[in-house]
């Protein structure tokens, strides 16, 4: 790995389950929160506690229609849908994991279905990448962003308010609660379910990928 520390930036604590076996020394596992602002405050204070790298992990939603859930999407380029802002990713940084390509565009809610996703254009939407991207090109602190489809494009999420806490957890009797009030969405409950399993399946070994890259550009 280049001399430094690297921070693993992800949003939820399930996502930092998963990331914890990578912890050590030269890697650091940060959970920001949800949304841009949390990113980049994150972002900020892992790199003041002496970050020299910062990758945004986790999961996103597709907007191109061509990909899959569990596909890997390494962007050459980050977006903040709210401002237009935009940011180059560092290719080194994702060594391994895939090949860069297209623009990953933030949003500060949860984009629920494809009528939404076909004003955004992208390849890939996320709610934290540009937040955590913002704060290390303002440092000056080389940037990637390794995310893994949870739902395609022409897919439409349940309805996660009230369900889904603050903190990105969901809480089994609540949804328990909303299926028995509207069964209707049991299906999309499902392919939710679906999706996030493979993503699961997927992001881990393409961090351990690109950490195993960085480590041979040492």
């Given amino acids: 790995m280049r001399h430094g520390v690297v921070a693993l930036l992800c949003a ?6 998963l990331l914890r076996r990578f912890a050590g020394p030269d890697v650091r596992i940060v959970v920001t929160g949800m949304g841009p602002g949390p990113a980049e405050r994150s972002a900020r ?3 003041a506690d002496g970050a020299s790298f910062a990758i945004s992990v986790g ?3 597709a907007l191109d229609p061509a990909l899959e859930r569990g596909d890997v999407v390494i962007p050459v380029s980050v977006r903040d849908w709210a401002t237009g802002d935009a940011w180059p990713c560092d290719a080194a940084l994702a060594r391994g994991a895939g090949t860069p390509r297209g623009t990953l565009v933030t949003t500060d809610h949860v984009v629920s279905g494809p009528g939404e996703r076909t004003r955004l254009v992208g390849l ?15 440092a000056g602190v080389p940037f990637a962003a390794i995310r893994a489809v949870t739902d ?8 996660l308010d009230g369900v889904v806490d603050g903190s990105g957890n969901v809480h089994p009797l609540r949804v328990l609660r909303r299926l028995a009030t509207r069964p209707s969405d049991i299906a999309a409950w499902a392919r ?5 399993r493979a993503a699961r399946q997927s992001l881990v070994p393409a961090v351990a990928a690109a950490l195993a890259g960085e480590a041979m550009a040492a």
């Fill in 124 to 138: 890939a939407v996320d709610m934290e990448s540009a937040g955590a991207a913002r704060a290390c090109a303002q």
């Fill in 12 to 17: 939820v604590p399930a996502e930092e389950r």
């Fill in 45 to 47: 204070h892992a790199i």
């Fill in 59 to 61: 999961f996103c939603g």
């Fill in 152 to 159: 395609r494009m022409d897919d439409v999420l349940p309805d």
């Fill in 192 to 196: 939710l379910a679906r999706g996030a």
